[in-house]
């Protein structure tokens, strides 16, 4: 490999990583934001974007790759078998937080972009770790033993959801486009 096709990559990677930053930014003022919005915000063209993504559906499955990224690695955290399991599920929480937060946009974007299964495929790393701290606490006889693990990290998750869209500004009277034009 030569030095100048190196570079040619690492410009590709940070400008995708820039599409990508100016869409959760923008998707999450806007949610019905264009492709044309996304490429002004990244300090592109349009035709750039198209040249990472085939669209908009596109841009928010590269968002959901991202995220996806980000949860498993905020769940590569060694277990602590040695901890109780509320401690472990603190850190469970703590870990995954920032990375709901962060990609909240997605939870709007969800119905609109994305299909129900790639959401649960995208969130079941999470769900299986919540499940399991759970039922290592109901062994352990800290956790309420009446409602099996599943539905409890399912009823966790919700918790998170209704936080991160609580918390999620919305984009009110004005569209992005309207922001931009004269009065």
Do not use: C, K, N
């Amino acid at each position: 490999m030569t030095s100048a096709y190196v570079a040619e990559r690492s410009r590709t990677r940070l400008t995708r990583a820039r599409i990508l930053e100016a869409a959760r930014q923008e998707l999450g003022r806007d949610p019905d934001s264009s492709v044309g919005d996304i490429a002004e915000a990244a300090g592109v063209v349009r035709r750039t974007v198209y040249g990472h993504f085939s669209g908009r559906a596109a841009l928010v499955e590269g968002l959901a790759e991202e995220a996806a990224r980000a949860l498993r690695q905020a769940l590569a955290v060694p277990e602590d078998h040695a901890s109780d399991a509320v401690t472990e599920l603190a850190r469970f929480v703590l870990a995954v937080w920032p990375v709901g937060d962060r990609y909240r946009i997605l939870l709007r974007l969800a119905l609109q972009d994305l299909r129900a299964e790639r959401v649960d495929e995208l969130l079941a790393p999470a769900r299986d770790m919540a499940a399991a701290i759970i039922a290592r606490g109901q062994r352990q006889g800290v956790f309420q033993t009446s409602i099996p693990p599943g539905p409890l990290s399912r009823a966790l998750e919700g918790s998170w959801w209704g936080s991160w869209s609580v918390s999620t500004p919305g984009p009110g009277p004005t569209t992005a486009r309207a922001r931009r034009s004269p009065p």
